[in-house]
């Protein structure tokens, strides 16, 4: 198989800053906050100003991670994808920028992620494969 040309300018598109993850790590903690909240549960260490919230919040916002709405004078955010989800869509994302073409690179790539998961993780990991392959033949045993 032969591997597809990608431009590097389109690798992971989506990424995310520090603050933007920050922003959204609160935001899945917290859902319907305000600029002002998320500014004063930011580290210790990270003080930015109002308006620099506020940006990455309309950063956010733009590029599709968050829903608004208008409450009195300001805007409540909540997070539009979970971060389960948020972590499929970079995997994925950086699988389609670095597959080689083979199925083996993408499953040892999950191998070596998954070596240092603990017994209930690698089982749990195991019932979930177990419910995608049940999920993709239509309810029957795997």
């Known amino acids: 198989m032969r591997t597809k040309k990608r431009s590097s300018s389109t690798a992971l598109s989506q990424a995310l800053g520090e603050l933007e993850l920050e922003v959204l790590d609160l935001?899945?903690?917290?859902?319907?906050?305000?600029?002002?909240?998320?500014?004063?549960?930011?580290?210790d260490n990270r003080m930015p100003s109002l308006s620099t919230v506020q940006s990455t919040l309309e950063r956010l916002w733009?590029?599709?991670y968050l829903r608004r709405a208008k409450h009195s004078h300001a805007y409540l955010?909540?997070?539009?994808?979970?971060?389960?989800?948020?972590?499929?869509?970079?995997?994925?994302?950086?699988i389609s920028v670095l597959h080689d073409g083979t199925v083996d690179?993408?499953?040892?790539?999950?191998?070596?992620?998954?070596?240092?998961?603990?017994?209930?993780?690698?089982?749990?990991?195991?019932?979930?494969?177990?419910?995608?392959?049940?999920?993709?033949?239509?309810?029957?045993?795997a």
């Open 27 to 43: 935001l899945w903690q917290t859902p319907n906050t305000d600029a002002k909240a998320i500014r004063a549960r930011l580290a």
């Open 62 to 64: 733009k590029k599709g």
């Open 77 to 94: 955010y909540e997070a539009k994808v979970s971060r389960a989800d948020l972590l499929g869509r970079f995997m994925s994302e950086a």
């Open 105 to 141: 690179t993408i499953l040892s790539s999950f191998v070596n992620a998954a070596v240092n998961l603990d017994e209930n993780s690698l089982n749990h990991l195991e019932a979930l494969i177990a419910k995608k392959k049940r999920d993709q033949n239509g309810g029957e045993n």
